[in-house]
């Protein structure tokens, strides 16, 4: 790299929502509308991301953790065992937890954080009903032989796609290949609403259950008794079926992701070129591991995560140069609550404490990767 000048004015931090004028102007149309609730944006966002994405069907959620919830609910894994990955938000696994299920943790691949197929295989039993599979920094995790072991083991597979909105895996679009796959629209998230969440499916019975459960076990929203075709009932008229959840969202985010949803293909593309920019600069040092990029896949790249063994210093000496970092995850089954389901897990327990998280939004400037690579290379590891 160059001798290069620039200094930042304020400290650049790790993701940052990205928006246009155009999210303003959309929210603002809802406002003016007086349908604020459940309606007309939100059936049009979930018709529009399951074509975007190539699923049957797509049902809207007010976050990732009720999509995750939802989908292991309808999944009927209730007093069965989940096989998981550590590495991962902690709502992947609380969900398995919520819904009275046994979370059993395999280990990581160390090249993509990934769940290890390999040891999916050891650890199922006669009590394992599903595999839970997160695709971490929006790399999919391998989803043809993850799919292979549950087909040949009876299980369902069910994708935590959080960070993977726009990713492609061997040509086929994330959110259509799991049977069931939970989307996130957090707003440090490729698609970002404020909050927000997704489950994409092809069985209709799952999809209708799923908007029961959401809208506190009512058979009709709304939104669908407000657009009755059939005048001769009130449109107040419903029935409470189960026991649900209020888990819906709302027109003013739905707004905002239709927007988003647009704009999503650009804005990955910039993700993929800031990543691009770091694998350039700071591919020489043998002392900094860098993420792998699959020939297969093409990643939504939600984050930039480096390995090493100080990584602790480096941190330091970042946030020094006005530079945050993150690291993602601590290994949920070292968290006191998940000790109960614990087992050595080598790959993870070793690799999480090399991980660091560098910034990467899609407003970050080219003088600012540069910068962070530069500062980077000062710094002696």
């Not at 919830?69 to 938000?89: D, K, N, R, S």
């Not at 707003?187 to 970002?192: C, I």
């Not at 770091?278 to 699959?294: K, N, T």
């Not at 530079?323 to 614990?342: F, K």
Request: charged fraction near 20%; aromatic fraction near 10%; hydrophobic fraction near 40%.
């Amino acid at each position: 790299m160059t001798d290069h000048s620039y200094s930042p004015a304020q400290p650049i931090p790790v993701f940052r929502p990205f928006h246009g004028e155009e999210e303003i102007e959309a929210v603002a149309e809802v406002l003016r509308s007086g349908w604020w609730g459940q309606g007309p944006k939100t059936a049009e966002f979930e018709q529009r991301f399951a074509e975007f994405v190539g699923a049957p069907l797509a049902v809207s959620l007010n976050s990732a953790t009720a999509a995750l919830h939802l989908a292991l609910t309808v999944a009927g894994v209730e007093g069965a065992e989940v096989i998981t990955t550590p590495m991962t938000f902690v709502s992947t696994n609380h969900a398995i937890l919520y819904n009275r299920a046994i979370p059993v943790f395999a280990d990581i691949q160390a090249d993509t954080l990934n769940i290890d197929p390999d040891d999916i295989e050891r650890k199922i039993t006669p009590r394992t009903r599903a595999i839970m599979a997160v695709d971490y920094g929006g790399q999919p995790a391998d989803l043809d032989r993850l799919q292979a072991i549950a087909q040949a083991h009876n299980l369902l597979l069910i994708e935590d796609a959080a960070h993977a909105a726009g990713s492609i895996y061997k040509g086929r679009p994330v959110g259509s290949i799991a049977p069931m796959t939970c989307f996130s629209f957090h707003p440090v998230k490729n698609l970002a609403t404020g909050d927000g969440g997704m489950i994409t499916l092809g069985d209709p019975e799952w999809a209708e259950r799923v908007r029961r459960l959401r809208w506190v076990g009512i058979n009709k929203d709304t939104w669908v008794r407000s657009d009755d075709a059939d005048e001769s009932r009130y449109a107040w008229q419903y029935d409470v079926t189960e026991l649900g959840f209020k888990y819906h969202t709302n027109d003013i985010m739905a707004a905002i992701a239709l927007v988003q949803l647009q704009r999503l293909p650009q804005t990955n593309a910039r993700r993929r070129a800031i990543a691009a920019m770091y694998d350039a600069g700071l591919g020489d040092l043998d002392w900094i591991q860098l993420p792998v990029h699959r020939p297969d896949v093409v990643s939504a790249q939600h984050n930039y995560v480096i390995h090493l063994d100080n990584r602790d210093g480096l941190a330091g000496w970042l946030r020094e140069h006005k530079i945050a970092t993150g690291m993602h995850y601590i290994p949920n089954h070292l968290y006191a609550m998940y000790r109960p389901y614990a087992t050595p897990l080598p790959v993870a327990e070793r690799e999480w404490k090399r991980l660091l998280t560098l910034p990467l939004f899609p407003a970050l400037t080219d003088d600012e990767v540069i910068y962070i690579i530069e500062t980077i290379r000062r710094y002696h590891a």
